[in-house]
């Protein structure tokens, strides 16, 4: 029998690919023939290439808020990622593309609309990006993570389902973890993620605050490509890691708090994992302030505290730290009130659907 076949997009960091990786992962590929559209030298590529799939690099530009003449040549760039989308799409034939967005995704979208493909788009922040909302239009149908993401999107055809997390993510094994670190059970673990990218800012506070932290936790560091520092690599206790794959589920069955940015699909995953969260959105100046929204929302439910960055320093990290930690039972508590659903299997069977039709 011929394998139905499905086209998946989205990259730029890993926010944009990590949800891609979990629904493939779900997916019985005796069943499904699936392939990938992504830049060619983005971490989708680099993501992607470990699950043994098609992959395909298209040219892609960014996709600017403000007046810059690389616009212009991003623009070419934009155009002729959408000619070899279209030109790739016209071979593989898919019964659709979901996206995650992120820029490469707005050329495979112009692509498949040209061609009159079904489109599912996911949303994962507060509100969309520039990608996505470039994208609304065309989508078939659009899932987003945020209940107040839906507002940004047209009624008939948007549903809130959650962010769909990795499943392996959820069975990790906290001695599993502890080993892999070399830590013991005698202080608790905190876990750093300053975003798929890691940040300067966070890794600067933390390092200042290093030697007071030690003395309560066990520091796991995730801090970004080229961020780990040569002349703290024999400290006890603490372990810098650029980018962590596999073992990431086993150190965070092993974390009771955790600071992060404000990237919609890590809190959501701390949010399924009961992890209290020290919230950090990147800020205004750096972004349309997506970070800020997840961040406030979160913690108006009672998942997390936030530290804005314009506010970060020694004192009020400290302080806030030690806040969510005395806080813990009841963050716990306010997270397991949450509705669960499950984003993983509504975005399959919409496959499976669009696949029948
Ligand atoms: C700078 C930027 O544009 N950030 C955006 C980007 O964040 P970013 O790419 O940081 O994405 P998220 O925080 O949403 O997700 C990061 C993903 O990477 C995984 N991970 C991270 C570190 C690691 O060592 N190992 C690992 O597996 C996390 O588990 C998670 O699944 O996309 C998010 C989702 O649209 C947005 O909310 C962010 O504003």
């Known amino acids: 029998m011929e394998r139905k076949r499905i086209v998946f997009t989205g990259g730029?960091?890993?926010?944009?690919?990590?949800?891609?990786?979990?629904?493939?992962?779900?997916?019985?590929?005796?069943?499904?023939?699936?392939?990938?559209?992504?830049?060619k030298t983005g971490i989708e590529k680099e993501l992607i290439e470990k699950l043994n799939i098609s992959y395909y690099g298209i040219s892609s530009?960014?996709?600017?808020?403000?007046?810059?003449?690389?616009?212009?040549?991003?623009?070419?760039?934009?155009?002729?990622?959408?000619?070899?989308?279209?030109?790739?799409?016209?071979?593989?034939?898919?019964?659709?593309?979901?996206?995650?967005?992120?820029?490469?995704?707005?050329p495979v979208i112009i692509a498949a609309r040209s061609l009159d493909i079904p489109i599912i788009i996911h949303e994962s922040d507060y509100t969309p990006g520039l990608a996505n909302r470039i994208s609304k239009s065309f989508a078939t149908k659009v899932y987003t993570s945020f209940e107040e993401a839906k507002k940004h999107?047209?009624?008939?055809?948007?549903?809130?389902?959650?962010?769909?997390?990795?499943?392996?993510?959820?069975?990790?094994?906290?001695?599993?973890?502890?080993?892999?670190?070399?830590?013991?059970h005698g202080l608790p673990v905190l876990t750093i993620m300053g975003g798929s990218l890691g940040s300067k800012i966070m890794n600067e506070t933390i390092r200042e605050a290093l030697p007071s932290l030690l003395k309560k936790y066990q520091i796991v560091h995730l801090c970004g490509k080229g961020n780990v520092s040569d002349s703290l690599s024999n400290i006890p206790g603490y372990k810098q890691y650029e980018y962590i794959h596999e073992e990431l589920s086993h150190i965070l069955a092993a974390t009771e708090i955790v600071i992060t940015r404000g990237g919609s699909n890590a809190i959501f995953e701390f949010l399924a994992l009961r992890i209290p969260m020290l919230i950090i959105p990147l800020s205004k100046k750096q972004s349309r302030g997506d970070q800020l929204l997840n961040g406030r929302s979160f913690e108006a439910k009672g998942y997390a505290s936030m530290l804005e960055e314009e506010r970060l320093n020694q004192e009020t990290f400290i302080q806030l730290l030690e806040q969510v930690t005395r806080d813990k039972e009841k963050i716990i508590e306010a997270m397991k009130c949450q509705e669960e659903g499950d984003a993983l299997r509504i975005l399959l069977d919409e496959m499976e659907n669009i696949a029948s039709r």
Not at 14 to 34: D, K, L, S, Y
Not at 156 to 180: A, C, Q, Y
């Open 61 to 106: 530009g960014k996709l600017r808020r403000y007046i810059d003449v690389e616009n212009i040549i991003d623009s070419f760039r934009v155009m002729k990622g959408c000619l070899e989308a279209r030109s790739i799409l016209k071979k593989i034939k898919p019964c659709a593309v979901f996206s995650k967005g992120g820029f490469v995704s707005v």
């Open 153 to 184: 999107f047209p009624a008939n055809k948007t549903r809130v389902i959650g962010s769909p997390i990795r499943r392996e993510i959820l069975t990790g094994s906290k001695k599993v973890g502890l080993d892999f670190l070399g830590f013991h």
């Open 12 to 39: 730029g960091s890993a926010g944009h690919v990590t949800p891609n990786i979990a629904i493939i992962n779900e997916m019985n590929q005796e069943e499904w023939q699936i392939y990938y559209i992504g830049s």
